[in-house]
């Protein structure tokens, strides 16, 4: 099984931040990597996919980069509606989440 | 449009067996290479992925669960329905259906979810 290790778990920031989440693979995923963010008491919602493709709606102040086990999401400029928890998502071997990043007002 | 939505029951005794109905528009089930899935998230937890199924009929499990998972589809009623046997407390969750989409093979659209609590 593929593991995804996500850090940190938890990211206390203010708006206007530049923001960067890590995420590593136990194995290589080539570029089978996507994110989502989650509010509470909602569903998922894909941002970025293949690593580093923006989902279409998504703001560009969202980017995403990496390959083989490395991979990182970044918030350019965090604006107050994106103060949520983020997870990585491997899609090389069946499905895996990593166990999420919470961003929290500073 | 593509919509998801979960169906089922909210409360479930341990060692029952759970069935969710996932009921889905704007996509057909028989198209290449698009799947439905299921997630759930145990409440203050992380998302885990339990199960999928191809438009092909193939379908792929959970090493963790394989033995008490089961996923079928139902392509005429745009359904696919879950069930996961000898339930336990531990298996109270949040149940998510997704649409993964033929490409690039993310789950990009959502059912709302829902909650199905295990308890005597």
């Known amino acids: 099984d593929i593991q995804m290790t996500q850090s940190p778990s938890t990211l206390s920031a203010s708006v206007g931040d530049r923001v960067t989440i890590t995420c590593r693979a136990s194995?290589?995923?080539?570029?089978?990597l996507a994110w989502y963010q989650q509010k509470p008491g909602k569903a998922p919602k894909l941002l970025i996919y293949?690593?580093?493709n923006l989902e279409s709606g998504v703001p560009s102040r969202f980017s995403g980069s990496g390959s083989g086990t490395e991979f990182t999401l970044t918030i350019s400029s965090l604006q107050p509606d994106d103060f949520a928890t983020y997870y990585c998502q491997q899609y090389s071997s069946l499905w895996t989440f990593g166990q999420g990043t919470k961003v929290e007002i500073k | 449009q593509i919509t998801l939505k979960e169906s089922g029951p909210t409360l479930v005794k341990p060692t029952q067996t759970l069935t969710l109905t996932c009921t889905f528009s704007g996509f057909s089930l028989s198209t290449s290479e698009v799947g439905v899935g299921w997630i759930r998230q145990p409440p203050g937890k992380a998302l885990e992925w339990l199960t999928l199924?191809?438009?092909?009929?193939?379908?792929r499990y959970s090493p963790s669960l394989k033995s008490r998972l089961t996923i079928t589809k139902d392509t005429s009623k745009n359904q696919v329905v879950l069930t996961l046997t000898n339930m336990d407390p531990v298996d109270t969750a949040t149940y998510y259906c997704?649409?993964?989409?033929?490409?690039?093979?993310?789950?990009?659209?959502w059912g709302q979810g829902t909650l199905v609590t295990v308890s005597s």
């Open positions: 199924i191809y438009w092909d009929d193939d379908k």
């Open positions: 997704a649409h993964r989409r033929g490409g690039d093979y993310v789950f990009d659209y």
């Open positions: 293949k690593a580093s």
């Open positions: 194995q290589s995923i080539t570029s089978w």
